[in-house]
């Protein structure tokens, strides 16, 4: 997965489903 930076502010390591 690729980090991405959510309302929180937490940098998680996210799946991308959306964008292939």
Same mark, same amino acid.
């Not at 997965?1 to 964008?19: A, H, T, W």
């Given at each position: 997965? %690729? #980090?991405? $930076?959510? #309302?929180?502010? +937490? %940098?998680? %390591?996210? +799946?991308n489903? $959306?964008?292939?």
């Amino acid at each position: 997965g %690729e #980090k991405r $930076d959510p #309302k929180n502010g +937490i %940098e998680f %390591e996210y +799946i991308n489903l $959306d964008r292939q």
